[in-house]
C-alpha cells in the first residue's frame, strides 16, 4: 500500500531555478526518507528526516518536515541538468525495526538547460 | 565504494521458466530486499530477509520465492515464470539499527516471453 503521495507528479523547470517537490504521508512515523532515481537505474538515498527534526540540509538539498501536517518537502536549489531524475519520498514507521518503507509513487523532475 | 551488485541488468526469459535474480552487497548489512517496480504502481515489497536463512513476505510473495544462504546474498526465484512478472527488479540492503537508509543496486529489467 502506498502511504507517500508525491507532488506534483512531474515538474520542467529551467537550469538554475529551485525545485520544490512535496510529500504527504498519512500515519505516525519516525523517520521519512527522500530518494532519487535516474531513468532505468536503482534509487540513490538522498537524505533522511527523523520524526523529531524539522530541517535538514545537505549540499543542494533541503528538506523539512512537518508532522502535524504530515507532510514533508525536498527542495533541490540551483537546479542542474544533471538533477533530470524521478524523486521518491518513503517513510519508516518504526525506529531500529525499520525494514519496511512505505513508499510514495514519485515526483518526475526535468531540469532543462 | 559500497554496493549493491545485482547479476543482470537486462534478463528475457520464457513463460513457465525458473528463473534467478542474484543480489550480492558488500557492507555486511544484516537486512536484504526485493522490490518491483511498475508504472503507475510505485515500488512494492516481494520479499526481505533481516538474518541469514530469515525471510519474510512482502506486499507481493506470490509467485515468488527467496533465498538467503550467506549474508552477502540474497536471491529472488520466480518458480514458474510468466508474462505479468515482466517489470524492474529492485535490490536493496540496509544496516540494523536506528534509522538508515536502503542502498539499492541498479536494477533488473526483467521480460517474459
Known amino acids: 500500500s502506498q502511504q507517500g503521495e508525491e507532488d506534483p507528479q512531474a515538474l520542467s523547470i529551467q537550469e538554475g531555478e529551485n525545485a520544490t517537490m512535496n510529500c504527504s504521508y498519512k500515519t505516525s512515523i519516525n523517520n521519512l526518507q527522500w530518494y532519487r532515481q535516474n531513468s532505468g537505474r536503482g534509487l540513490v538515498h538522498l537524505i533522511l528526516i527523523r520524526s523529531n527534526e524539522r530541517e535538514k540540509h545537505s549540499g543542494r538539498l533541503r528538506v523539512t518536515l512537518d508532522t502535524s501536517k504530515k507532510s514533508s518537502s525536498l527542495l533541490i536549489t540551483a537546479s542542474r541538468a544533471a538533477d533530470t531524475a524521478s524523486y521518491f519520498c518513503?517513510?519508516?514507521?518504526?525506529?531500529?525495526?525499520?525494514?519496511?518503507?512505505?513508499w510514495g509513487l514519485g515526483t518526475s523532475l526535468a531540469v532543462n538547460p | 565504494d559500497v554496493k549493491v551488485t545485482q547479476s543482470s541488468r537486462y534478463l528475457v526469459k520464457r513463460t513457465g521458466e525458473k528463473v534467478f535474480l542474484e543480489c550480492v552487497q558488500d557492507m555486511d548489512h544484516e537486512n536484504m530486499f526485493w522490490y518491483r517496480q511498475d508504472p503507475g504502481l510505485g515500488l512494492r515489497l516481494i520479499y526481505f530477509s533481516y538474518d541469514v536463512k530469515m525471510k519474510e513476505k512482502g506486499d507481493i510473495p506470490e509467485g515468488y520465492s527467496v533465498s538467503r544462504e550467506k549474508k552477502e546474498r540474497f536471491s529472488l526465484i520466480l518458480e514458474s515464470a510468466s508474462t505479468n512478472q515482466t517489470s524492474m527488479y529492485l535490490c536493496?540492503?540496509?544496516?540494523?539499527?536506528?534509522?538508515?537508509?536502503?542502498?539499492f543496486g541498479s536494477g533488473t529489467r526483467l521480460t517474459i516471453v
Open positions: 518513503a517513510t519508516g514507521l518504526n525506529a531500529g525495526n525499520n525494514r519496511k518503507l512505505i
Open positions: 536493496a540492503s540496509r544496516a540494523t539499527g536506528g534509522a538508515r537508509g536502503y542502498t
